[in-house]
Nanobody, 116 residues
Framework: VQLVESGGGLVQPGGSLRLSCAASGLTFSTYVMRWYRQAPGKEREFVGGITSGGEITHCADSVKCRFTISRDNAKNLVFLQMNSLKPEDTAVYYC??????????WGQGTQVTVSS
């Protein structure tokens, strides 16, 4: 299983970014996918998740109404759309996937920096 994040970068406060996570080596449509982030000096925290079929998504209170998660099972992709970004959203963002029949797998992370 391989998960590769992309789309991070430097953005000004109030801006938007869309992160992508490309999955390979798995039956993607059976995997629950999640996004986490880790800021310098802090523990990794849950950002949001989406069920295998995309029917249900949920986000942490800290990002609710600003971030949305979606997926394209035909292309083995999961997305994190981030709007109204704040400096406190600065972190390395990771995707994580798991299914009933497999242990979870992490991507290598992509850096998001929100700064003017």
């Amino acid at each position: 299983v391989q998960l590769v994040e992309s789309g991070g970068g430097l953005v000004q406060p109030g801006g938007s970014l869309r992160l992508s996570c490309a999955a390979s080596g798995l039956t993607f449509s059976t995997y629950v996918m999640r996004w986490y982030r880790q800021a310098p000096g802090k523990e990794r925290e849950f950002v949001g998740g989406i069920t295998s079929g995309g029917e249900i998504t949920h986000c942490a209170d800290s990002v609710k109404c600003r971030f949305t998660i979606s997926r394209d099972n035909a292309k083995n992709l999961v997305f994190l759309q981030m709007n109204s970004l704040k400096p406190e959203d600065t972190a390395v963002y990771y995707c994580y996937g798991y299914s009933e029949r497999s242990v979870g797998s992490w991507g290598q992370g992509t850096q998001v920096t929100v700064s003017s």
